[in-house]
């Protein structure tokens, strides 16, 4: 059976409801921030006719790894309000976020069995076009991993890897995805532009030193 890709409603749900936002965290220097790049394609949308399944998304995120944890009383959830800047591209269209929160979860049940998670969350505001003529809201990212053996804790991790994260998860359909959210607030019309991650990759710091294994 052919599995199903499509970013699902409920880790939608999760994140907005967390209002957020990859392994142990290190000592790098505020100065010398960690890119991470992503991509992948459109396989679901909602509301946003003109959006083709099968629209090329990439992105690029900049995040501190030096962050503190916000969220310290939950042993199970770590919030950090980490990027520094945040980019993302959906065909034609450019979009920009100057914030960021990215979430940690760790042998976490809230989706009815255990679960280790990697999410991301930028805007509002998120700056850029609108799509039929519903001006942009909110990115989330949800990178799951039902095995629940990627993380030992909910320390901010320094490397993102998209073969650690399952393509589709089985728990309540999280999964390696992501949604552009558009919204009329008068009208309150909302439209949804589900994207799947196929790829994450670390870029080195400017000192020429990328984050090594033992960072994990």
């Known amino acids: 059976m052919v599995p199903n890709t499509r970013p699902s409603r409920s880790a939608l749900l999760f994140l907005l409801c967390c209002t957020v936002p990859l392994v142990r965290g290190g000592t790098d220097s505020p100065k010398q921030p960690i890119d ?33 944890d916000f969220n310290p009383a939950d042993s199970a959830l770590g919030l950090y309000e980490a990027v520094l800047d945040f980019e993302l591209s959906v065909g034609d269209a450019a979009y920009r976020a100057e914030t960021g929160t990215i979430g940690v979860l760790n042998d976490s049940t809230r989706f009815g069995g255990k679960v280790d998670a990697y999410t991301l969350t930028c805007g509002p505001p998120l700056v850029g076009p609108a799509i039929d003529d519903l001006p942009p809201f909110q990115m989330d990212m949800n990178l799951a991993d039902t095995t629940a053996s990627l993380f030992d804790g909910v320390e901010l991790p320094r490397r993102v890897r998209a073969e650690a994260f399952d393509i589709r998860a089985p728990v309540q359909g999280l999964q390696t995805g992501g949604h552009l959210l558009l919204r009329d607030s008068t009208s309150g019309k909302i439209s949804d532009v589900g994207f799947l991650v196929e790829k994450l990759e670390v870029i080195q710091p400017k000192d020429g030193k990328a984050p090594s294994d033992s960072d994990n």
């Open 36 to 68: 991470v790049h992503f991509s992948g394609r459109v396989v679901e949308v909602e509301g946003a006719s003109s959006v083709p399944v099968g629209t090329i998304v990439s992105g690029r995120y900049r995040f501190d790894p030096t962050t503190q």
